[in-house]
Antibody
Framework: QVQLVESGGGVVQPGTSLRLSCAASGFTFSSYVMHWVRQAPGKGLEWVAAIWFEDGTNKYYADSVKGRFTVSRDNSKNTLYLQVNSLRDEDTAVYYC???????????????WGQGTLLTVSS | EIVMTQSPATLSVSPGERATLSCRASQSVSSNLAWYQQKPGQAPRLLIYGASTRATGIPARFSGSGSGTEFTLTISSLQSEDFAVYYCQQYKNWPPWTFGQGTEVEIK
């Protein structure tokens, strides 16, 4: 069965960096577009980043994280990453990885989600 | 960027009653609209995609309708496990893929 397991969250100070990971199993990871979506405490869902399948050349970012966050993937390890730099208080959130349901396009919903990893930015 | 607006913010419903949730897009998304359910401490779960197609394993009491800019999620007879927050999301014009702010369905 499809499984997505995030890790790497924690408590960090403003201005620092961290790398979040999402280990995928139960499907052909390299064939799917993958997303990061975050949720601040008590708030709604916010799309953060997306990376295309295969070599992950195509990447997209929310304006709120552009220039600070970098999405990548290692298809040999079935793992998705989110490098988060220059962290701010407002980056505090649960970060979810999610699989786009289409093999071919981003014009599709996310059909599987991980349980999330909590990143807290606080001095 | 397409802005998604959900209403109401909170819906109070008694078990067994019907719940109707609305989602409006700032411009047409055709039928590229999904609904997700999220319970406290859990990840979102895909309920509906293509505005009206139930995802695998979703009970028939959940139905979606609409196209263009106006969409509705209906839960025909609320069960105890349906009390949750519901989000709509458009996936037509990206990036960004945008979500509504959510509707909380609470027990009346």
């Amino acid at each position: 069965q499809v499984q997505l397991v995030e890790s790497g969250g924690g408590v960090v100070q403003p201005g620092t960096s961290l790398r979040l990971s999402c280990a995928a199993s139960g499907f052909t990871f390299s064939s799917y577009v993958m997303h990061w979506v975050r949720q601040a405490p008590g708030k709604g869902l916010e799309w953060v980043a997306a990376i295309w399948f295969e070599d992950g050349t195509n990447k997209y970012y929310a304006d709120s994280v552009k220039g600070r966050f970098t999405v990548s993937r290692d298809n040999s390890k079935n793992t998705l990453y989110l490098q988060v730099n220059s962290l701010r208080d407002e980056d505090t959130a649960v970060y979810y990885c999610a699989r786009c349901s289409s093999h071919l396009t981003g014009t599709a919903p996310s059909d599987y989600w991980g349980q999330g990893t909590l990143l807290t930015v606080s001095s | 960027e397409i802005v998604m607006t959900q209403s109401p913010a909170t819906l109070s419903v008694s078990p067994g009653e019907r719940a109707t949730l609305s989602c409006r897009a700032s411009q047409s998304v055709s039928s590229n609209l999904a609904w997700y359910q999220q319970k406290p401490g859990q990840a979102p779960r895909l309920l509906i995609y293509g505005a009206s197609t139930r995802a695998t394993g979703i009970p028939a009491r959940f139905s979606g309708s609409g196209s263009g800019t106006e969409f509705t999620l209906t839960i025909s007879s609320l069960q105890s496990e349906d009390f949750a927050v519901y989000y709509c999301q458009q996936y037509k014009n990206w990036p960004p893929w945008t979500f509504g702010q959510g509707t909380e369905v609470e027990i009346k």
